[in-house]
């Protein structure tokens, strides 16, 4: 009886919305690349290719970005001459060096067809693309830094 009552007080209690701390996203403001390459970032990941991925994908909304399994997943974003096509992209940094294997890029697209968005293969070179620009980023930041991998 006295577990009853205490779960139902709980349900009940009221919380001053003016004691709750507001939202933020710890991305912005952060400059990640500024540690240098072997930096762990608590995860084991690059911190040049890391801040090179956010970087390049700046354009796109993000949905998450887990800097300590380093795993960046944005949202659906429309390009504005394209109305019926989007596109996602997930990137996955996976290891403290800066080499192009320790990146993988995945993106999805989607078309506009029939009233609602279908699959649709992306091209080779899109991927490819992105990729190649994560790593660009990634070995401009490194040389900001004087070529310090720490």
């Known amino acids: 009886?006295?577990?009853?009552?205490?779960?139902?007080?709980?349900?009940?209690?009221e919380r001053d919305p003016?004691?709750?701390?507001?939202?933020?996203?710890h991305l912005l403001g952060?400059?990640?690349?500024?540690?240098?390459?072997a930096d762990q970032l608590k995860g084991g990941v690059n911190a040049y290719l890391w801040r090179g991925a956010i970087d390049t994908l700046s354009f796109?909304?993000?949905?998450?970005?887990?800097?300590?399994?380093?795993?960046?997943?944005?949202d659906w974003y429309q390009p504005v001459a394209?109305?019926?096509?989007?596109f996602?992209?997930?990137?996955?940094?996976?290891?403290?060096?800066?080499?192009?294997?320790a990146l993988r890029v995945s993106v999805f697209r989607q078309e506009y067809q029939g009233g609602q968005w279908q699959d649709t293969p992306v091209s080779e070179?899109?991927?490819?693309?992105?990729?190649?620009?994560?790593l660009a980023r990634a070995r401009q930041l490194r040389a900001e830094n004087g070529g310090r991998d720490n």
């Open 82 to 86: 394209s109305k019926n096509e989007r």
């Open 88 to 101: 996602k992209i997930a990137a996955y940094v996976l290891d403290r060096r800066l080499r192009s294997d």
């Open 60 to 74: 796109m909304p993000l949905a998450s970005a887990d800097a300590v399994g380093g795993v960046i997943l944005t």
């Open 125 to 134: 070179t899109i991927t490819s693309d992105i990729t190649t620009r994560i």
């Open 30 to 37: 952060v400059d990640r690349g500024a540690e240098g390459g």
């Open 18 to 25: 003016n004691s709750l701390t507001k939202p933020r996203n």
């Open 1 to 13: 009886m006295l577990a009853l009552g205490t779960i139902a007080a709980c349900g009940h209690s």
